[in-house]
């Protein structure tokens, strides 16, 4: 499963490898960068909602902050152990084998990339409504119904998917020239997004508008959920929110010194965004009222519209298109390289093989999940998926740290560069709530949950198909 890193130009029958072209500020800004996105100014009315009570909202974050945070410090010593393009793909398949790591990438490939690439998209789209309200005039709608579901489906087509389109192609345009053209991009976004971030929460608590008293709000949500679904639910919600630390595992071949840079860059990374998101959701709440949170579509326009005017509100819109534009960056750069290396491997389409041999790219793999996300992008499906998209995804972290558990009994003496922290306390606790959040979503959405997991096992017979043609290939290689 290595991956040969160095192009020799004088050995005609050797494809091109993709580079080492990341330094540690591009892998930081990819941990950073893509988790903070859209989900900071989306979820916080969502976890309202479903939470309740500002108390539990802010215990939401703090145990999804937690949670990622001891995901991280996991995830930190597999990528310095294994640098290699896929990240979990390749841990989960040294762990168990290589049928287990093709069931994340399919998994990953059909469904998780694609929904979180047009989730973003379309965030950005949500936000430039709010600067040009046509963008989301329905253009036509449809109305129709099927033999298996109680309600009607009703579908309205708007400018903003299209454009979500738009908006996707032209990022993965950017990183088919260069990881390197690609890193640069990100670190810029990401500075302007955290400046923009804590520009919000100091605005917040020290605009003289924020009140005490909006603490204290409650919602009937909680009572119809009870306290520990309800905290499970808002907590998923927020998961989503601070999803994105993985990522920077999937390009471990193509950072420096990546037995210092990604455990680094996970860890100060994830804390960085700990702190980010907790103080954000504590402004909010201290400068809107608690009803006023759950309702609102823009929560930091509307935080910045209370506090300083609307005049500074708009800015503020367009400093979040910025946000949501660096995590669609860093999203469409690493989500491909799980692609690249099923492939690579020929467990996945043929198609999506190969390095661009000029910008050491995975250009087909590009292209591909560009082609996915947009169709999503353009029908609105991303929005019944993204909850699906977490249930999913958390199974698989979950694997995945197993697995570091089943690598430090059958390999011993693998070199380590990082060992995880609080070993093994750390990933038992991360295993454990990881299992909770899926068991949770699980009951909740039983039809959304069944139809993930039955997409999943629908690439057995594919995988079958791609090893058999593998294992005849092998011997002409």
């Not at 976890?47 to 974050?61: D, F, I, P």
């Not at 997004?193 to 919602?219: E, L, Q, W």
């Not at 471990?252 to 965004?273: C, D, F, M, Q, T």
């Not at 492939?343 to 043929?350: I, K």
Request: with cysteine.
């Amino acid at each position: 499963m290595s991956l040969d890193t160095n192009f020799d130009m004088n050995t005609a029958n050797k494809q091109p490898g993709l580079i080492r072209g990341l330094g540690p500020w591009a892998a930081a800004a990819i941990v950073v960068g893509t988790m903070i996105g859209t989900g900071i100014f989306i979820k916080p009315a969502n976890m309202a909602q479903e939470a309740g009570t500002v108390g539990l909202v802010t215990l939401a974050w703090v145990i999804g902050g937690v949670l990622s945070l001891f995901g991280a410090l996991c995830a930190a010593e597999l990528g310095a152990a294994i640098p290699e393009a896929g990240g979990t793909y390749a841990y989960i398949s040294r762990a168990f084998g290589p049928v287990w790591g093709y069931l994340f990438g399919w998994t990953y490939s059909i469904i998780g990339a694609p929904t979180s690439i047009a989730t973003i998209a379309s965030g950005l789209l949500v936000f430039a409504s709010f600067l040009f309200p046509v963008v989301a005039t329905p253009l036509w709608a449809l109305h129709f119904s099927l033999p298996f579901l109680h309600a009607p489906i009703h579908f309205t087509f708007t400018w903003a998917q299209p454009l979500a389109v738009v908006a996707i192609a032209l990022i993965t345009f950017i990183n088919y020239f260069g990881v390197r053209l690609g890193g640069r991009v990100q670190v810029v976004l990401t500075v302007i997004k955290i400046a923009a971030v804590i520009a919000v929460i100091i605005i917040g608590f020290f605009s003289g508008k924020g009140s005490i008293a909006n603490f204290h709000s409650v919602s009937t949500s909680m009572g119809q959920l009870g306290i520990v679904a309800a905290l499970l639910t808002a907590t998923a919600s927020g998961l989503w929110a601070y999803d994105g630390w993985i990522n920077l595992t999937f390009v471990g071949s193509e950072i420096k010194n990546p037995g210092r840079n990604i455990p680094l860059a996970l860890i100060v990374g994830v804390l960085v965004v700990c702190g980010i998101y907790t103080a954000m959701s504590v402004a909010c709440f201290y400068v809107l009222p608690f009803a006023t949170v759950a309702a609102s579509a823009h929560i930091a326009s509307d935080v910045i519209a209370r506090a300083t005017g609307a005049d500074a509100a708009t800015w503020m819109t367009i400093v979040m298109m910025i946000c949501a534009l660096g995590t669609l960056n860093s999203s469409i750069l690493t989500n491909a390289r799980v692609d690249y290396a099923m492939a690579r491997d020929g467990l996945f389409f043929r198609v999506v093989r190969g390095v661009h041999p000029r910008f050491r790219t995975p250009a087909n793999a590009l292209v591909f999940q560009g082609i996915l996300a947009a169709v999503l992008a353009l029908t609105g499906t991303f929005e019944s998926l993204s909850l699906l998209y977490v249930f999913l995804v958390w199974i698989f972290y979950a694997a995945q740290t197993v697995g570091l558990i089943v690598l430090r009994r059958n390999e011993p003496n693998m070199l380590r560069p990082y060992r995880t922290w609080g070993y093994p306390v750390v990933p038992i606790i991360f295993i454990l709530g990881a299992l909770a959040l899926t068991v949770d979503v699980l009951v909740q959405k039983p039809l959304r949950s069944a139809i993930g997991l039955a997409v999943m096992l629908i690439g057995l017979p594919l995988y079958a198909h791609w090893r058999k043609r593998a294992s005849t290939e092998q011997p002409s290689q």
